[in-house]
């Protein structure tokens, strides 16, 4: 009596099945950095000092954690791209070319409209743009996937790369401001429509357009019958179409909404960083979203921890420079241990003896164990 | 961590394309970007004690800063301010890209080293990073190499400071074009902007200035950072059986090592590659930021800044002014070859020698300087070049 009353908040799970998910990733962090101070100690550095760094850069302080929400607020957005399309069984890894896609289509709204518009309606058109022009490009290696069979991992990786020569092309050409003699880029667009910061801090909107895109999508894969649907086609992709789900619809559908809120971080990253559409934009925050995907097990809300946690990690890239003279790559190796180590862990899921069930045996008789 | 996770299990499979991703990821954020060895910072605290009005300085690269190009001529300059300059603690970032990254990079130098001055030395850093950075600290200096300053539009605690290096690229092609027996020369070029168009165009009058038949043939990679095909467009000047190649990209590593391996001589860019073409380079046009920042580094002790008018905004020289200079000739050149491209750069230095002399046509047929004029190095006009001069094998669009 008493023993299934403690656990009963685990719904019938076993305490140990439920440990699972907990002790697995923190084993795996816990690796990672054994495995990261060993390289630091041959760098040259003290471990532990680099640590204390590390945590101080990231989380420190207010200024810390704002250094790491800005880097965060990005990859939150572009990891959703990959993370949808999972649930179905797919894997898109065109997050980069879905953000230059976005981007470019801010900015052509925004310039478009001008100053015609209050700025808060430029703002919505170009958001409205960057989400369809986003959400199309990663719609069509869906489409690609569904009608014709073409893996649409090597499709959307493709469409990075055309998605960012179309860009080139752009401010290269047509959209090229003359007077920006730094490097070819487009008009800037008009400053009613930048997105500023959240009050009284540095970090601009994207942060909450990332936390409420990731809670949206929660909602809708894990609360709605459509997620439901998407999940049950990702299971077993034949069964769903017995039970006579609309799966290419759902593709069509999920892909769409994955290559919007990737579309929406280029949109962000046009109208509150660079304010002009160029190749800064095209900055890795879309390969990175695949990594925090991955590492989130496609979890829209753990999407949300992990890259802060990225964040964090690339928010302290400079101090392990400046402070331990560790090479520039230093927070690149970090960042690849500890999310090799993530993904690692994941396949010893259902694999370590001491997280099954004995269901069949009393549970005095695996004390030994 | 969601108890949700149950719902979707990993397969192997998808653990192995997550394993794929992750690689394809370290490809793309260029992983193997060397290790560079940062030899002055004084570690976190440098009380040193000997100087008690220590001044920080901070210098953020774009790339690694063993890259054998640009970043590397600027880390070499920091360098040399630290070791020249009593005084000046450096700190350094490498690898910043020209995104928030950046200007998180600069408040941090700023707030938690208490940096006075910075040198975020990447062209795109400027607008908007840079200038937003300036107008939120305004006693802290910010110098930019671009020479994108404006008097009155930009904040008063904002420098730039940039080369004339396309004297530099003029002797090299006088050596080039000595050195080349059919004339034909190559240059691997990044973008089609001003700067870029002036160095292919006076790498080309200096090597029309010793052989008048020699040309240039430019191949565009449209990247500033693109190996592959500055390899490509390497491999396919060595088949055109062009002799000699030069280029101006971030990091002219490939370009070298590539044409070395197929025997054409190279002149390199930005810094001193003879390490990677040991045989076949000629000589090369470099930065030579260390006097530059050395002599900036002394005003900065002086007490002197930008902000008082005690440093000019805007600061431009070229080979004259050590700005810029020469590699050392390889073993390979000709003692002709070195004779004229000495005199070339004393009668550069002396002023006797303007590159851009009128009549000058470009390779289209158009005249862009009538006979009888000329502009000097340091003319605006020059600072708008959009065309290719006479000799020059390529077009800009």
Request: with cysteine.
């Amino acid at each position: 009596m008493a023993s299934t009353t403690t656990q009963g908040r685990f719904a019938g799970r076993s305490w140990r099945e439920s440990l699972e998910p907990v002790v697995l990733p923190l084993g795996a962090v816990l690796s990672a950095l054994v495995i990261f101070g060993v390289f630091c100690a041959l760098a040259g550095a003290n471990p532990l000092a680099v640590y204390g760094s590390i945590y101080k850069a990231a989380f420190g302080s207010w200024s810390a954690w704002q250094n790491t929400l800005i880097r965060a607020s990005p990859l939150m957005l572009t990891a959703l791209c990959t993370a949808l399309p999972a649930r179905l069984g797919l894997v898109i890894i065109g997050n980069e070319g879905a953000l230059v896609m976005g981007g470019l289509a801010a900015v052509l709204a925004g310039l478009a409209l001008g100053t015609s518009l209050p700025g808060g309606l430029v703002l919505l058109a170009m958001a409205v743009a960057s989400l369809v022009a986003g959400g199309l490009w990663i719609m069509l290696a869906g489409a690609l996937r569904h009608y014709r069979g073409v893996n649409e991992t090597i499709s959307s990786l493709l469409l990075n790369y055309i998605a960012i020569a179309l860009m080139s092309h752009l401010v290269q050409g047509p959209l090229r401001d003359p007077a920006f003699v730094s490097k070819p880029s487009s008009y800037e667009i008009a400053e009613a429509a930048w997105l500023g910061n959240l009050p009284a801090t540095r970090i601009h909107w994207g942060l909450i357009y990332g936390l409420v895109a990731s809670a949206l999508a929660y909602i809708l894969i894990q609360r709605t019958t459509f997620g439901f649907a998407a999940r049950t086609a990702g299971g077993n992709i034949r069964a769903a179409r017995m039970a006579g789900l609309p799966v290419g619809k759902l593709t069509l559908a999920v892909c769409f909404l994955a290559g919007s809120c990737a579309g929406l971080a280029g949109m962000v990253e046009v109208a509150a960083v660079q304010k002009r559409l160029n190749e800064s934009i095209v900055s890795s925050y879309g390969y990175a979203g695949i990594l925090v995907a991955f590492v989130a097990r496609h979890n829209p809300l753990a999407t949300v921890l992990v890259s802060v946690l990225l964040g964090g990690i690339l928010a302290s890239g400079g101090i392990l420079q400046r402070s331990h003279d560790l090479p520039d790559a230093t927070v690149l190796v970090f960042q690849g241990i500890v999310f090799l180590c993530v993904l690692f862990s994941e396949s010893l899921y259902g694999r370590l003896a001491i997280f099954q069930p004995r269901a069949a045996r009393p549970d005095g008789a695996v004390a030994s164990v | 961590m969601s108890d949700r996770n149950h719902s979707f299990p990993l397969s192997r499979r998808q653990v192995m394309r997550g394993l794929l991703a992750t690689s394809a990821f370290g490809l793309t954020a260029k992983f193997g970007t060397g290790c560079a060895q940062s030899s002055d910072t004084g570690g976190e605290a440098a009380t040193d004690g000997a100087a008690p009005e220590e001044m920080v300085v901070g210098f953020i690269y774009v790339g690694p800063k063993d890259d054998f190009g640009y970043n590397q001529a600027h880390a070499e300059g920091a360098a040399a301010m630290v070791a020249n300059v009593p005084g000046i603690r450096l700190v350094e970032e490498a690898s910043v890209p020209e995104t928030t990254a950046v200007a998180e990079t600069m408040r941090s130098m700023i707030e938690i080293d208490g940096a006075k001055v910075l040198f975020p030395t990447s062209f795109g850093y400027f607008d908007p990073h840079i200038l937003a950075m300036a107008e939120e600290f305004p006693d802290v200096q910010f110098f930019h190499a671009g020479g994108l300053y404006q008097e009155g539009v930009h904040p008063k605690n904002v420098g730039s400071y940039f080369g004339y290096i396309d004297e530099a690229q003029y002797v090299a092609g006088v050596v080039a074009g000595r050195m080349s027996k059919s004339g034909k020369l190559g240059f691997v070029a990044a973008k089609p902007i001003p700067q870029v168009l002036r160095n292919v165009n006076s790498f080309t009058l200096g090597a029309r200035s010793v052989n008048p038949a020699a040309t240039t043939q430019v191949i565009f990679t449209g990247e500033w950072a693109e190996p592959v095909k500055e390899a490509e467009a390497t491999n396919s000047m060595a088949d055109q059986g062009i002799e000699v190649i030069t280029c101006h990209v971030d990091s002219p590593k490939v370009v070298m090592e590539t044409a070395e391996r197929r025997g054409v001589f190279t002149s390199g860019y930005h810094a001193d590659q003879s390490p990677l073409a040991p045989e076949g380079y000629l000589t090369g046009a470099e930065w030579d930021w260390s006097s530059i920042y050395t002599s900036l580094g002394q005003e900065f002790m002086a007490g002197k800044t930008l902000m008082t008018g005690d440093i000019p905004h805007i600061l431009r020289g070229g080979l004259a002014d050590n700005f810029c200079k020469m590699s050392p000739y390889g073993p390979a050149v000709s003692d002709e070859a070195k004779a004229d491209g000495d005199a070339a750069i004393a009668a550069i230095k002396a002023g006797e020698l303007v590159i851009y002399q009128g009549p000058l046509m470009t390779n289209t047929g158009d005249e862009v300087i009538p006979a009888g004029s000329e502009l000097k190095t340091d003319d605006v006009e020059l600072e708008k070049t959009d065309y290719f001069v006479e000799g020059v094998i390529g077009s800009i669009s």
